[in-house]
């Protein structure tokens, strides 16, 4: 398959990825378990955002220089696209999160450490779930067209349930660990696996780390597909992924407050699949500007979220007691 990624750049890759979790782990556990603030999360937001950034930065200067600029300006704005669509379809994980977190009504102190650790998994699983479709994309091309079928499809149906929280109660995971493990009932801190009456049991924390991993491995089912509409190469795909996930945690505290105030961000985000997905299907007939693709995607999201501060949603109706 062909990559613009060369032992170096990979291991440059790898490097900062591993420095940035380490020292998020450091930070985490100097702080020890705490309610994150909406300062924090914001400081934090940014940081991630930033290193993204820099490492655009940075594979545009040594890529500048060592391929014809208008190359060199391609393969950075792909990344930055990459990273924007990846950055918008997982916010709709965050919501998700959110209810997980309430349906095990995990303390506010343990929700940090759940996170950290269910996203460097997801991070896994989707790394591999990239290099198999890179390798499928390679020998066959017309699988782009399934992926772009596949994300008009997915985009249409979650236009129309925009708004219906999932039950966690029909999870497929969820439901083989309550079948397959044994669990405790309550949480005992940060541990994720106790000892009662002599027996190993996981407690409800190691659930839900499991639950965030595999959630957001459902949702890269219909995001990375979108990321090779933009990009093919594998180096491009699994880097903008990357980064686009690593803020998840900190993205999750800042937007977890607000989560019924953006009402209609899963309309908008449905609605970037069904572009993706077209943009796919016609990619051979005519191929899309990276920067209209980039526009284009901003202003579904961007004009979501407006409308969702503009049209707020309706409450529903208390009545008075004894009536009904």
């Given at each position: 398959m062909h990559t613009i990624g060369t032992p170096l750049m990979w291991t440059v890759f790898t490097v900062l990825i591993l420095v940035a979790l380490a020292v998020d782990f450091l930070v985490l556990q100097r702080n020890g378990a705490h309610r994150?603030?909406?300062?924090?999360?914001?400081?934090?937001?940014?940081?991630?955002?930033?290193?993204?950034?820099?490492?655009?930065?940075?594979?545009?200067?040594?890529?500048?220089e060592t391929l014809?600029?208008?190359?060199?300006?391609?393969?950075?704005?792909?990344?930055?696209?990459?990273?924007?669509?990846?950055?918008?379809?997982a916010v709709d994980n965050i919501f998700v999160f959110l209810m997980i977190f309430?349906?095990?009504?995990?303390?506010a102190e343990q929700q940090q450490r759940a996170l950290i650790i269910g996203i460097i998994g997801a991070i896994v699983l989707r790394g591999i779930l990239i290099l198999i479709g890179a390798a499928l994309i390679?020998?066959?091309?017309?699988?782009?067209?399934?992926?772009?079928?596949?994300?008009l499809l997915t985009?249409?149906?979650?236009?129309?349930?925009?708004?219906?929280?999932?039950?966690?109660?029909?999870?497929?995971?969820?439901?083989?660990?309550?079948?397959?493990?044994r669990l405790t009932d309550r949480f005992h801190g940060n541990a994720l696996r106790v000892t009662e009456n002599?027996?190993?049991?996981?407690?409800?924390?190691?659930?839900?780390?499991?639950?965030?991993?595999?959630?957001?491995?459902?949702?890269?089912?219909?995001?990375?597909?979108?990321?090779?509409?933009?990009?093919t190469d594998p180096f491009i795909v699994l880097t903008s992924n990357v980064f686009a996930v690593l803020g998840l945690r900190a993205l999750y505290f800042?937007?977890?407050?607000?989560?019924?105030?953006?009402?209609?961000?899963?309309?908008?985000?449905?609605?970037?699949?069904?572009?993706?997905?077209s943009k796919m299907l016609i990619m051979d007939v005519y191929k899309i500007p990276i920067g209209i693709a980039l526009g284009v995607v901003a202003a579904l999201v961007?004009?979501?979220?407006?409308?969702?501060?503009?049209?707020?949603?309706?409450?529903?109706?208390?009545?008075?007691?004894?009536?009904?």
């Open positions: 994150v603030s909406t300062r924090e999360a914001l400081l934090w937001s940014i940081a991630w955002i930033a290193l993204a950034l820099l490492f655009n930065l940075g594979l545009w200067w040594y890529l500048h014809p600029a208008p190359d060199a300006h391609r393969i950075a704005m792909e990344f930055f696209t990459g990273y924007l669509v990846e950055k918008a379809l309430g349906y095990f009504a995990v303390p390679a020998q066959f091309h017309w699988i782009l067209y399934v992926f772009g079928v596949f994300l985009g249409a149906k979650m236009l129309f349930s925009a708004g219906d929280p999932p039950d966690l109660n029909d999870n497929p995971a969820l439901k083989w660990m309550r079948r397959h493990l002599g027996v190993r049991r996981f407690t409800p924390l190691f659930v839900v780390m499991a639950l965030i991993a595999v959630t957001d491995v459902i949702f890269a089912v219909d995001s990375i597909p979108a990321i090779f509409a933009i990009t800042l937007l977890a407050g607000m989560a019924e105030k953006f009402h209609l961000l899963g309309h908008g985000l449905a609605l970037v699949l069904i572009f993706i997905g961007g004009g979501a979220m407006l409308l969702s501060v503009l049209r707020p949603k309706k409450e529903a109706p208390v009545q008075p007691p004894g009536v009904g």
